[in-house]
């Protein structure tokens, strides 16, 4: 039996493979690939193929599945990932981590939900309040960092534009107590400028298109995406995401995560104030530059709960400090644009990382005395964002493919170096591997 469904859907693990060559391992991936099989084992690693569809594996049918069985005994999957890595850290009480890489658009971010989906879903479903509350706000989180970290790209309408590590604490008993969120590299440019067939980060469209007429028209906002500077490229593009339906689910996360009103209306007054900055337009009299249109600056005020002339002041001018003095330098035409493009930038990056802060304050571990309940331990899931290349590459790209090529090659050091320094050690016979 396990012949005949070895040959009908390929090799389920590549170390099974009688000859290893590129050819051979593609045709493998794509037989399984093509019989619905999008994952397939390399020993301990899972390598997985993004279907770019919903597919029925995830269901409380296949979790039981996987529950607490050992790697190999059921096909290939995330779940025995997952819960190799919770057996694990049950029964040695140390920590480990799942480590998710590929290129953008291979299905990291969707992976790192469903592994923890897994987790949440396996651990003790006693009705012990805490650790319910625990379990949910895991969950809740993810849609509202993806909301405001994620963004349509031309590979994938729901890339991640930040990268994320994300610890799980656990009792002594294999109960979630708590988490705590990391992020790199917010792709912050993003706020002001697109490759073309991109859109601006999630966020902005939700707002537009989700919010009621009076959260709009208390941010002096409007729904047509195209008259906003900083987003008008991505405006028009066609994608099956559902801003207006997405802005509900963030808000209601926000909600149940623990965020008051205030602070969720504050956030759509920051995001507002962005917007209102890409309007902004600058002319010159003589050497002069002047703000075109006042009435814009009087909004971002309104919006920042500040004076209308501080912040014409920080957009026409700026600090130079000369020895002992402090005087104000008045900015040219294309300093005052670049001023107010990098102004957005740091407003958005400042909130999201508030965002990540303010989740990490409501989901760490809380009250657990180590004295009386044993050593904590932590799965971690990293999730950065993928190697691309394009036509025209920021800083921050070479940043994100410097961090994904030093991930590979961390992943050579544990699969490869490693391996063969204790084949050699045990005496063990073997044809060596070279690498990079």
């Known amino acids: 039996m396990a012949e005949q469904e070895s040959l009908e859907f390929g090799k389920a693990d590549f170390v099974l493979m009688d000859t290893v060559s590129m050819p051979e391992f593609m045709a493998n991936l794509r037989l399984r690939f093509e019989k619905g099989r999008i994952y397939t084992f390399i020993g301990e690693v899972v390598v997985s193929v993004n279907p ?14 996987y529950k607490g069985r050992e790697l190999y005994e059921r096909p ?12 694990a850290m049950k029964r040695r009480s140390k920590d480990t981590c799942i480590v998710i890489s590929g290129e953008s658009g291979a299905g990291k971010t969707e992976a790192s939900k469903y592994i923890m989906q ?25 849609c509202v960092l993806e909301a405001f970290g994620n963004a349509k790209t031309n590979r994938n309408d729901n890339s991640s534009r930040f990268g994320k590590y ?24 993003r706020v002001i400028v697109q490759q073309p067939g991109e859109r601006s980060f999630h966020s902005f469209y939700q707002l537009l298109q989700g919010g009621s007429e009076q959260i709009l028209r208390s941010l002096h906002l409007q729904k047509s995406l195209s008259s906003y500077n900083y987003i008008h490229v991505g405006a028009q593009l066609k994608s099956t995401i559902n801003d207006a339906a997405e802005f ?25 104030t962005i917007l209102h900055l890409g ?28 004076k209308t002339d501080m912040v014409e002041k920080a957009l026409l001018y700026r600090t130079v400090a000369t020895g002992r003095d402090i005087i104000d330098k008045q900015h040219t035409e294309q300093e005052a644009s670049y001023g107010r493009d990098a102004f957005a930038k740091a407003i958005y990056e400042r909130l999201f990382c508030w965002i990540v802060t303010r989740i990490n304050d409501i989901i760490e571990v809380k009250n657990y005395d180590t004295t009386i309940h044993g050593k904590n331990t932590v799965i971690g899931v990293l999730d950065i964002y993928g190697f691309e290349i394009f036509d025209n590459n920021s800083f921050e790209q070479f940043c994100i493919n410097y961090c994904n090529e030093k991930l590979q090659q961390l992943f050579i050091q544990l699969v490869l170096k490693q391996e063969q320094e204790e084949y050699q050690r045990e005496g063990i016979p073997w044809k060596h591997v070279g690498f990079l």
């Not at 770019?52 to 599945?65: A, F, H, P, W």
């Not at 002069?288 to 919006?303: C, F, M, Q, R, W």
Request: no cysteine; aromatic share 8%.
């Open 52 to 65: 770019y569809k919903s597919l029925n594996i995830y269901g409380r049918d296949t979790v039981e599945q």
């Open 166 to 189: 994300m610890d799980i604490n656990f009792d002594f008993k294999g109960d979630p107590i708590g988490g705590h969120i990391n992020n790199y590299l917010l792709e912050k440019s």
């Open 118 to 142: 897994y987790i949440a879903a396996i651990t003790n479903p006693s009705q012990r309040a805490e650790v319910e509350r625990v379990k949910n706000m895991l969950l809740k989180s993810n």
């Open 279 to 306: 309007n902004l337009k600058f002319v010159v009299d003589g050497d002069t530059p002047l703000i075109e249109n006042g009435k814009v600056v009087s909004i971002i005020a309104e919006l920042l709960s500040t």
């Open 76 to 87: 290939p999957h995330l779940f025995a990932i997952a819960d190799a890595a919770y057996k």
């Open 248 to 272: 509900k689910v963030v808000a209601d996360a926000m909600k149940v995560i623990g965020f008051k009103p205030e602070e969720i209306q504050t956030v759509y007054k920051i995001l507002a």
